[in-house]
């Protein structure tokens, strides 16, 4: 099978197409023929050992101390049913799903835990959006509705508000019924108004204004002493992206009282898929895609999710199927 591969740290052009062996799925595990897969800011950060502040050596130690410690990356994917490992239950062949296996999703072939995040793509639904919902949609999720507890009627500003992140993240507040503030580069106001945000700013512009319940930083824009400003005595700064720096940050906050700064690592499980498909059946989410790959461009893939400045998800599409209708918005 045709998969890229990542041999060792470097910029976009280290990444190469190689021959492989198809995988062969072990006890608990489905092989996945991927049509479609995300290249995601964690896709480059693994690739170029792109840690953020001080944390080069845990990631190291994390991700493979001197070269990554996956030959195939890539994690999230939408694809069929290939082949049943002893076991498994619940899925069968020819089945479309979405899935997150961690690694070695940029490839025609994959695996994945049939107990972790699988689950069946909704009818209507097709490849390319579905495996543009993981990674954007998951954090999200888990950041607002698990950490943050956000609620009703709770305001929340939302810096990097058209990112991989930040696109979902204002549905989901938008569909806690949370007001929405959300903050982007020119251009991107008449789309985010579209997912959910009741004001827009840009951060090239405009001066961010107003007292919220939530910051949720998805991008890195902020730090504590300026979001303590904007928040509320009980109000929680959340930054997506931390170093030592925020750690030291969030201590001064405990022992200083009034708003909270929280830091979190977001996980999978098949439950906050499952919930987030429910998100997209009730129509509070739509996927949102910058734009599309072929397989064998997945260097200029990486390059533009390293520019962090591109609007939600970006789709590699290892084998394109003929499919029905799309739903998906696009940001530009
Ligand atoms: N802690 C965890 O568990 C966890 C989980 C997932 C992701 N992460 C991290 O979270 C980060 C977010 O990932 P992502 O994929 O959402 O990033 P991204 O797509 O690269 O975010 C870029 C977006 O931020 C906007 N932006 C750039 N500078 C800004 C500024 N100063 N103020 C407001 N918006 C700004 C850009 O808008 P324009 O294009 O208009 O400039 C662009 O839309 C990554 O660093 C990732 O590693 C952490």
Request: aromatic fraction near 6%; proline fraction near 5%; hydrophobic fraction near 35%.
């Given at each position: 099978m045709k998969a890229v591969t990542a041999r060792r740290y470097g910029p976009a052009d280290i990444l190469r197409i190689e021959n492989l062996p198809r995988p062969e799925p072990g006890p608990g595990e489905i092989l996945i023929r991927i049509r479609a897969a995300s290249v995601t800011t964690a896709d480059w950060r693994l690739r170029a050992a792109a840690f953020p502040g001080g944390l080069a050596i845990i990631g190291r130690l994390v991700a493979g101390?001197?070269?990554?410690?996956?030959l195939v990356p890539g994690s999230d994917v939408a694809g069929e049913v290939a082949a049943l490992g002893a076991g498994v239950t619940g899925f069968e062949m020819g089945q479309r799903v979405v899935a997150v296996l961690g690694h070695g999703g940029h490839a025609e072939y994959g695996l994945a835990k049939?107990?972790?995040?699988v689950a069946l793509i909704p009818e209507g639904m097709n490849f390319d959006e579905a495996a543009a919902l993981p990674f954007g949609g998951l954090t999200a999720q888990e950041f607002l509705r698990?950490?943050?507890?956000l609620r009703a009627g709770q305001t929340v500003l939302i810096l990097g508000a058209s990112g991989g992140v930040g696109a979902y993240a204002v549905q989901i507040a938008a569909a806690c019924g949370a007001h929405v503030t959300a903050v982007a580069g020119p251009g991107r106001a008449a789309v985010l108004r579209g997912l959910g945000a009741e004001r827009v700013l840009d951060y090239r512009r405009d001066a961010i204004t107003g007292r919220f319940d939530l910051v949720f930083d998805t991008v890195g824009a902020m730090r504590w002493p300026e979001s303590r400003r904007l928040l509320d005595k009980d109000g929680l700064f959340l930054p997506l992206n931390f170093g030592l720096r925020e750690l030291g940050h969030m201590l001064r906050a405990k022992l200083s009282g009034g708003p909270r700064m929280a830091l979190h690592v977001s996980g999978d499980s098949r439950a906050a898929l499952d919930a987030l498909l429910e998100l997209w059946r009730a129509g509070k989410l739509r996927p949102v895609i910058d734009s599309r790959f072929p397989l064998e461009q997945i260097a200029a893939a990486h390059r533009l999710v390293e520019?962090?400045?591109?609007?939600g998800a970006v789709v590699l599409e290892v084998d394109p199927a003929t499919e029905g209708q799309s739903q998906t918005t696009g940001l530009t």
């Open positions: 101390l001197w070269k990554p410690r996956h049939a107990e972790d995040a698990d950490v943050a507890q520019t962090r400045h591109r609007a």
